[in-house]
């Protein structure tokens, strides 16, 4: 993705040398960064996995990252979540990667990372790892004192993180500012007239149906991933491990926990979900690899043993084609429908500048359009009075003397307030636009 983006960007630039000071250049050059990242984890997690535990797990693993919608918009979003997503697949990798030790230090940092610099939530996905490192210390030979250690190590190296944060984020606020701290506050703290709920709720069945049409066949696959664990368990019997069966319930748990604690929730977006992705994908593949390592038996004494090879090889293509297909299918839908706001500001172009702003009107479909980034340099995003009666975008501050280093920053707009709270001077008169 990365080196074809690159290549179409040069191969238009070459046609039309204006081309890369684009706005709309920058959108896909961010975006094409943004998944060159993406899959550099994705690439470290899927060689840990197939280290770890299957090769097969990973191939399956693989394949459900590229093929699924879900992961399709999550890896170059420019969202706090999907960052955080970023992390906790580098997490999860430290975490599953015993070669050498437990990295016990090295996974906290990545999830902390991904909490204190993306989404605060995000850190949930870590205590499957802490509790499985944690029981383990006290029944093998690895002491507590070890894994104190290495968790102080961990918190330390966060901590470091976050006073780092804590210093650019108060040059740029201008005044002391711990963001994390604002998130989870104003979200679980604040109260019945403010706090997330107030920007609209959902039934708890939300996520389901949006993770079924995001992953499709995958998504039944990772809630399945538990019973067929447990299933896997009891027909080995003594056969296992305690440290294999700990180990395989840990690695499945993080999709569970997060999918009930933010199904709780009454507020809900798609983009919460973000961060439990790989997760996600990661129980489909143990899923697959289950089912498979039945449906593969040759045992005669087994009915799944009588079924032909060659319609086994059938049924599994078939499965595993369609969903690959219905994954694609639903991409290629979405960006072929929904491409609209990448284009929908073009024809402005033709607009001259004459040296006076010009505003571009909104009502009250504003939240379905672009971003104002996308409009020409010399037009302005403005409101005008619509059914919609809670609080609208502000203006940055565009004052280029006498307040310092980017006073867009920490200028706060007029009008602002955290109940979701109509303000009249948001709007503009019909006769500007």
Not at 32 to 49: K, T, W
Not at 198 to 222: C, D, K, S, V
Not at 402 to 427: A, H, Q, R, S, V
């Amino acid at each position: 993705m990365f080196i074809e983006g690159l290549s179409l960007l040069f191969t238009a630039k070459r046609r039309s040398p204006e081309v890369l000071s684009t706005k709309v250049a920058e959108f896909y050059f961010i975006r094409i960064i943004l998944g060159l990242i993406c899959a550099i984890c994705q690439a470290r997690l899927f060689s840990i996995i197939c280290r770890t535990l299957n090769p097969r797990v990973g191939i399956f693993f693989l394949i459900i990252m590229v093929s699924s919608t879900g992961m399709f918009h999550a890896s170059t979003a420019y969202l706090p979540s999907s960052f955080a997503m970023y992390l906790c697949m580098l997490g999860m990798s430290n975490f599953m990667d015993w070669t050498g030790g437990p990295k016990t230090n090295n996974g906290i940092l990545a999830f902390g990372a991904g909490a204190v610099l993306g989404w605060p939530f995000a850190a949930a996905l870590a205590i499957p790892y802490l509790v499985e490192e944690f029981i383990l210390a006290n029944v093998t030979k690895d002491t507590i004192v070890e894994f104190c250690y290495r968790v102080l190590d961990g918190v330390a190296r966060t901590a470091i993180l976050m006073l780092f944060q804590f210093s650019v984020d108060t040059f740029f606020y201008r005044h002391m500012e711990l963001v994390p701290l604002n998130i989870v506050r104003y979200n679980i703290f604040s109260g019945s007239n403010k706090g997330p709920n107030i920007y609209g709720t959902e039934p708890w069945h939300f996520y389901f149906r949006n993770l079924a049409l995001n992953f499709h066949t995958w998504f039944f696959l990772a809630l399945l991933a538990l019973p067929l664990l447990g299933l896997q368990l009891i027909l080995k019997g003594k056969s296992t491990t305690f440290q294999g069966t700990l180990r395989g319930i840990v690695f499945v748990m993080p999709f569970y926990i997060w999918l009930i604690i933010f199904s709780f929730q009454p507020h809900k977006e798609e983009r919460f979900m973000y961060p439990m992705y790989p997760a996600l994908c990661l129980n489909a593949a143990f899923s697959m690899h289950i089912i498979l390592s039945y449906f593969g038996s040759t045992d005669t004494r087994k009915l799944v043993g009588k079924i032909p090879a060659q319609l086994k090889l059938v049924v599994v293509s078939a499965v595993l084609i369609g969903s690959i297909d219905l994954g694609f299918l639903r991409t290629l839908g979405l960006v072929r429908a929904y491409a609209a706001p990448l284009s929908i500001y073009s024809p402005l172009k033709r607009f001259p500048d004459t040296g006076a702003e010009n505003a571009v009107c909104l009502g009250k479909e504003w939240y379905r359009f672009p971003s104002s980034y996308f409009l020409p340099d010399h037009m302005r995003a403005r409101f005008i009075k619509s059914e919609f009666n809670g609080l609208l975008p502000g203006q940055f501050n565009e004052v280029k003397e006498g307040f310092g280093f980017w006073p867009g920053t920490y200028l706060e707009p007029p009008g602002m307030n955290d109940e979701n709270k109509e303000d009249i001077g948001k709007y503009t008169g019909l006769d500007s636009v």
